[in-house]
């Protein structure tokens, strides 16, 4: 099974916010999104390839395939993998009653431009594909069905988010929406996906991986009516952290909650690292004279440290996580002789949706709904279609 890889998603506030404050934020959201879906179907009325967007390019995607035939062929590829099989069933993503429901819809006829790193140029692709292509790049596709389908909401929510507020943030290629690593969402393109499974799990792969992207089609999560910053990560140490103890913002529905699920199930839960003193000090600055004084101060309420000090100097965990490479903010650390050993607990910022506590409630047999709820707090599960029309 594939390590999942993690990454920061937003921790800023937006412009938006900072301007006009929530009010004007959400209209300008939703002004944003209603001019997505209606670029979105006046592009579908000047066809797949027209040269340029009905809508201007900072707030939505270019209506255009990717330099043809690559993409054309192995969109082929899967379609002929996948001929003849659908949804099996309909699953809602939730056991409530009043949470939104697949559909068709304009959404999933967007697209997203996003820029493959390695190969240096630009992919165009519909929407729904993408969220395809991050959900495999993001979960392995062995976890459990719900788990998928909780990662598809997100993955969606995100880039919806990021398409209506013109977000350019992490990009340096002009063209481009996002990348295709851990600085945006981890995506494998289509021509990937038709190679990256041996043969005789390929069709079985591929089925699930269409089918728990049908079933939330056009499913974002909001709160308080608009798309929210869908933040994510590999496995917690217990608990999720509060938003404002990592990226100094307060947002309400990225608040601590339990995760025990990771600390069974997951092989990223805890590691230890061993460092030379001399580099472990380089590393954070200090004297070696002055590792021995090395101090936690104060906790968050995940669990993790929030601040450290030695000597007269004091960091923030994520400091030290950034200084030294770990992987987690919660880590204790043992000196001896020569040697510091280090241990974590948990991989990734800490923030949001665990992924490996998601699959661990998927596993109890949580939905998709009940797993975004739980990390989401304060959320619904909404079509996305919908929210332009309030």
Not at 152 to 181: F, H, K
Not at 338 to 354: A, F, I, L, N, Q
Request: aromatic share 8%.
């Amino acid at each position: 099974m594939r390590a999942i890889r993690w990454r920061i998603i937003g921790g800023r506030r937006s412009w938006l916010r900072r301007w006009a404050g929530k009010r004007a934020a959400r209209w300008w959201i939703l002004f944003g999104l209603g001019a997505l879906l209606g670029g979105a179907l006046a592009g579908l009325h000047a066809g797949v390839r027209a040269d340029k967007p009905s809508v201007p390019a900072d707030r939505a995607s270019a209506v255009e395939s990717r330099e043809g035939a690559d993409s054309a062929s192995a969109q082929e590829t899967l379609n002929r993998d996948m001929a003849g099989t659908g949804p099996s069933r309909e699953v809602a993503p939730s056991d409530r009653q009043d949470d939104a429901q697949p559909a068709p819809g304009p959404l999933d006829r967007m697209i997203v431009r996003v820029y493959l790193t390695k190969e240096k140029r630009i992919e165009k692709v519909p929407l729904e594909l993408y969220i395809r292509g991050v959900v495999a790049g993001e979960m392995p596709i062995e976890f459990e069905e719900e788990a998928l389908k909780a990662q598809a909401i997100a993955a969606r929510t995100y880039i919806v988010r990021r398409l209506t507020l013109g977000d350019r943030s992490g990009m340096t290629v002009d063209g481009a929406d996002v990348t295709d690593t851990i600085d945006h969402q981890v995506y494998i393109s289509l021509k990937q996906l038709a190679k990256q499974w041996p043969e005789e799990e390929r069709k079985k792969n591929l089925d699930k991986l269409n089918r728990v992207v049908e079933e939330t089609k056009g499913l974002v999560i909001t709160y308080d009516g608009e798309p929210i910053e869908a933040a994510f990560f590999s496995t917690s140490n217990g608990y999720t952290e509060n938003s404002e103890d990592y990226w100094q913002e307060e947002l309400p529905y990225l608040r601590s909650v339990a995760s025990p699920w990771d600390i069974h199930i997951s092989p990223k839960y805890k590691e230890t690292v061993t460092f030379e003193l001399g580099e472990f000090c380089r590393l954070l600055g200090i004297r070696k004279r002055e590792a021995a004084s090395l101090r936690v101060l104060e906790w968050t309420d995940g669990h993790r440290i929030q601040s450290v000090a030695a000597g007269d100097r004091t960091w923030s965990g994520r400091e030290v996580r950034e200084k030294l490479g770990l992987p987690s903010t919660q880590f204790e650390w043992k000196i001896e002789g020569d040697k510091v050993e280090v241990t974590t607990y948990g991989y990734g910022h800490g923030v949001g949706m665990s992924q490996w506590g998601a699959n661990g409630m998927a596993m109890e047999g949580s939905t998709a709904g009940q797993i975004l709820r739980h990390y989401y707090s304060g959320t619904k599960i909404e079509q996305a279609s919908k929210l332009a029309e309030r």
